[in-house]
């Protein structure tokens, strides 16, 4: 299983900017997709997070700012990032709990994307 992140880059203060991350290879079914980010010199934070039934989470600094998704027929997280901010500048993570079958036995792991590099910045 492979998470492929994309959509990061340079933006200016109150842009906007729209990740996706999609899931490649032998699944089974995906559960909670997310969204981390890693700012330099800090830890990795949960941004948002969504279940295979639509039920969002988001980090009280995004609340109202960002917008979690995703297609489950694609495999696929975006996070619509408005109104972004010098601080929101990290790496941006995504992860998926991913069920596959290994040897006739269902089992659950979770996956990383590699990364997706954002910078907020005039």
């Known amino acids: 299983v492979q998470l492929q992140a994309s959509g990061g880059g340079l933006v200016q203060p109150g842009g906007s900017l729209r990740l996706s991350c999609a899931a490649s290879g032998s699944i089974f079914s995906i559960h909670d997709m997310g969204w981390y980010r890693q700012a330099p010199e800090k830890q990795r934070e949960l941004v948002a997070s969504?279940?295979?039934?639509?039920?969002?989470n988001y980090a009280d600094s995004v609340k109202g700012r960002f917008t979690i998704s995703r297609d489950n027929a694609k495999y696929t997280v975006y996070l619509q990032m408005n109104s972004l901010e010098p601080e929101d500048t990290a790496v941006y993570y995504c992860?998926?709990?991913?069920?596959?079958?290994?040897?006739?036995?269902?089992?659950?792991?979770?996956?990383w994307g590699k990364g997706t590099l954002v910078t907020v910045s005039s």
């Open positions: 992860k998926a709990e991913v069920e596959v079958i290994q040897h006739s036995v269902y089992v659950t792991r979770n996956y």
């Open positions: 969504i279940t295979s039934g639509g039920v969002t």
